[in-house]
């Protein structure tokens, strides 16, 4: 299903609400250099199928966003996509989703990701991904959102990015509890236990 969509806001709810568990993911419209990834990528999108768990991301095709909106359909779970009309060719819009809706902009992609989602996480990627993450996770530090962030650090991919918010902490310009709140997962099972536990807290 493709449809046109208004802006929501961070904190406006969803209009999936009756679906089980949904991650906004954030990933890379490349495949990467590492063909590690898209394998990495491929498991935890069919273990999310198959636990019953979807999806929201940027409704693209190639890379590893492809990738993770594939396996999920593939294991029977749900996929929502959001991309800005600029990018549906640049990215391929994926045509076989659950529901794709196009944006005017990518100000309005985040704000409607950001509502679809139950918790947020990264899986590698570029500078798009890193800032989209930061993003969502500046957004529950100042409130606009209560849901749970985290990392997909497969293959130890987020160790040197973690590295540098361990230096942020020790520096004084981040609070060792912001640095504690952030779920770090390394393999699917891990991922779906720890968001379950962290949406299910926030939640409470």
Same mark, same amino acid.
């Given at each position: ?18 679906d ?6 954030f990933?890379?419209a ?13 498991? +935890? #999108?069919?273990?999310?199928g198959?636990? !019953? @768990?979807?999806?929201?991301? $940027?409704?693209?095709?190639r890379? /590893? ?22 990018l ?14 196009i944006v ?11 509502a679809?989602?139950?918790a947020?996480?990264?899986?590698p ?16 530090? +100042? #409130?606009?959102?209560?849901k749970?962030? !985290? @990392?997909?650090?497969?293959? $130890?991919?987020?160790?040197?990015? /973690? ?18 709140s ?6 699917p ?15 409470a």
């Open positions: 299903m493709i449809s046109m969509t208004s802006p929501q806001t961070p904190g406006e709810p969803s209009a999936k609400t009756a089980p568990l949904t991650l906004t993911v990933t890379g490349s495949a990467g250099s590492n063909p590690d990834r898209q394998q990495q990528v491929r498991q +935890l #999108g069919t273990e999310l198959r636990e !019953g @768990l979807g999806i929201a991301y $940027g409704g693209g095709s890379g /590893l966003m492809g990738t993770i909106a594939d396996s999920v359909l593939d294991a029977g779970g749900h996929v929502y996509g959001v991309i800005p009309e600029g549906v060719e640049k990215e391929q819009a994926h045509e076989g989703l659950t529901q794709l809706e005017p902009d990518m100000h309005q992609r985040k704000a409607r990701m950001a679809l989602g139950d947020f996480l990264a899986l990627g570029g500078m798009g991904t890193a800032e989209e993450f930061f993003e969502i996770w500046t957004w529950q530090y +100042l #409130g606009l959102h209560s749970p962030v !985290g @990392l997909y650090n497969v293959g $130890g991919f987020w160790d040197p990015m /973690l590295a540098m918010v361990d230096h942020m902490v020790e520096e004084g310009f981040m609070a060792p509890w912001r640095r504690e952030l779920v770090v997962a390394e393999s099972a891990d991922v779906i236990a720890q968001m379950r536990r962290a949406v299910g807290a926030s939640q």
